[in-house]
């Protein structure tokens, strides 16, 4: 009859706890690696407690759940055996930790946030999160909702019907767009809109439109349904419609109108016309991304695109920007012909988005919380704008010349003479500086090259000037 031997004397942790959980998962990973071949009788309970030197009911406990889990036999008056898992050694699936004396797992730390400046475009003022307003009605909208809305498995995909009925209200009042609650459709952010429509308009060898530059995400999106991605330039008036494939019809066209990302244009009325019109003729939709023309600083608000034909355009918006990205509540309005198999595709993908956080933001923009502290952030972000082109004026003088400014979160600083590559990248980082290349953005590179997307939304004042030494320093240098 084959026997163990005795394993190596171990140091165990101070915890009852943690030496049952010790020393089950050394037995279990010595048994699935072979190390304690089928068959073999384990030593008994009271050596292995003198081995170790724990209880024999700890042991007891610990063999009864090898012996529950299928890892050990156990045989009246004879002994506890191996158990065969198929006669040959294999890696356990999930690593077990070693035993050591802290008795603690090692957890990976999650990875750390920059720690500096970080010109980040599109990205709105964390330190101004409404926090306080938001928890007083979050509370609020918890403590009158109804059990029943707890238990909403079967409840419409599109989302909560208020928030539904409140977007409806602030798009008429601020976009021009004309819509039903019905055409609306909650999701987890803009992201989940986009990856949705991809999903349901392309297949492998279709064909996508996108702006370039773009969204390095939007373009990961598209690529991901193995469609075909058809790169059109972008100038100062917007997408460049004039260069559209004529040989072959996309199923989409991605735009960013009111706002182009990442380089601020605003797509003209005469394109707007000629887009739609390209749409209508070849049968594809187009993806109207609108992320942050909230925040528009000269003239009047730039109505949507949408607004001009609400059957071929599906129009997405965020609460990421005008209140903060961990939010995770987007949504898009959605032509008749698409409602269906977008909402069954919603229900496939995750029923819903959770229904609690749509209460409180239904109630927030009901009590006009929301549109206050847009108001309230459109006066602090148009401050650090004005100090971002000062100081880039004073700093670079003619040099620098500057647009896509009028609305949004960031601008374009293009500078003479200037190259943005990864060796500038990386030396500003090490001055904890995190600047953004147009360059990262593009698809046809080589264009963009002098140029750089500055954010300053999450920036103060102080540190956006700071910023502007360190990168004109840097640039001297490299010179």
């Not at 003198?50 to 090898?66: K, P, T």
């Not at 809109?193 to 439109?209: E, F, N, Q, T, Y």
């Not at 029923?351 to 108001?375: D, G, N, V, Y």
Request: glycine content about 8%.
């Amino acid at each position: 009859m084959k026997e163990a031997c005795f394993m190596p004397r171990r140091t165990l942790s101070a915890t009852i706890e943690s030496k049952t959980k010790q020393i089950y998962s050394l037995l279990r990973e010595q048994i699935f690696q072979g190390v304690y071949a089928a068959g073999v009788k384990l030593p008994s309970t009271r050596d292995l407690a003198n081995e170790f030197g724990v209880s024999r009911a700890l042991i007891v406990d610990v063999f009864e759940q090898l012996i529950a889990e299928g890892y050990l036999e156990g045989r009246q008056g004879s002994g506890s055996y191996v158990v065969d898992l198929g006669g040959s050694k294999r890696q356990f699936p999930s690593q077990l930790q070693e035993i050591d004396s802290s008795g603690e797992a090692t957890v990976a730390e999650p990875p750390a946030r920059f720690q500096g400046i970080d010109f980040r475009p599109s990205f709105p003022a964390l330190e101004h999160i409404p926090f306080k307003k938001w928890k007083e009605t979050a509370i609020a909208a918890y403590a009158n909702t109804h059990s029943g809305e707890f238990g909403c498995y079967d409840d419409d995909p599109a989302g909560h019907w208020q928030l539904r009925t409140n977007i409806c209200r602030l798009l008429l009042h601020t976009k021009g767009i004309r819509c039903l609650p019905s055409q609306v459709i909650i999701t987890a952010g803009a992201t989940q809109a986009i990856a949705m429509l991809s999903r349901l308009l392309l297949k492998p060898g279709d064909s996508v439109v996108i702006e370039d530059p773009s969204a390095t995400f939007i373009q990961h999106i598209f690529a991901s349904t193995g469609a075909d991605i058809i790169p059109v330039p972008v100038d100062e008036h917007g997408l460049r419609v004039d260069d559209m494939p004529t040989h072959r019809h996309p199923k989409c066209v991605f735009v960013t109108p009111s706002h182009q990302f990442p380089l601020g244009s605003i797509l003209s009325i005469g394109r707007r016309i000629q887009l739609i019109d390209y749409a209508r003729q070849t049968g594809c939709y187009i993806i109207e991304d609108d992320y942050d023309s909230e925040f528009r600083y000269t003239g009047m608000p730039v109505h949507a695109l949408r607004e001009l034909d609400s059957e071929r355009i599906v129009y997405v918006g965020t609460f990421s920007k005008n209140l903060f990205p961990a939010l995770r509540i987007g949504y898009m309005v959605v032509p008749h012909e698409l409602l269906t198999p977008l909402l069954r595709l919603k229900q496939l993908t995750d029923m819903h988005c959770p229904i609690l956080p749509q209460i409180s933001l239904a109630r927030f923009i009901t009590e006009r919380h929301l549109e206050h502290h847009i108001a309230r952030m459109k006066r602090i972000y148009s401050k650090r704008r004005k100090c971002l082109i000062a100081g880039l004026s004073n700093i670079f003088g003619s040099r620098v010349k500057i647009s896509g400014d009028a609305a949004g979160l960031h601008l374009v600083a293009e500078m003479a003479g200037s190259l943005y590559d990864s060796q500038v990248v990386a030396q500003l980082e090490e001055l904890h500086i995190k600047v953004y290349p147009a360059e990262r953005y593009t698809i046809a590179k080589g264009r963009y090259e002098d140029r750089l997307i500055m954010g300053f939304g999450n920036v103060e004042e102080i540190n956006i000037l700071e910023g502007i030494k360190a990168i004109a320093s840097v640039l001297r240098h490299m010179s």
